[in-house]
């Protein structure tokens, strides 16, 4: 490698907003995160399901007055 070409690569702490600490090697010594893999509702498991019935009736109810007016 050339030298003063590539940056410094050093030991960094990643910090989640959870307060979650995770050690590795970076070009910069912290990284600020607002969540990881320790707080995300996906991995977690406490994700919360979107009732989407509503808006899905509403779309075919809509698509239904489409389809009358196209057969007029």
Do not use: N
């Amino acid at each position: 490698m050339k030298k003063d070409t590539h940056p410094k690569y050093v030991e960094a702490k990643i910090i989640c907003g959870c307060g979650s600490v995770v050690e590795t090697r970076a070009t910069v010594p912290e990284i600020k995160v607002d969540i990881c893999s320790k707080c995300h509702p996906f991995y977690t498991g406490t994700q919360k399901l979107v009732d989407t019935a509503g808006r899905v009736e509403k779309f075919r109810r809509r698509q239904a007055k489409k389809v009358v007016a196209e057969q007029k």
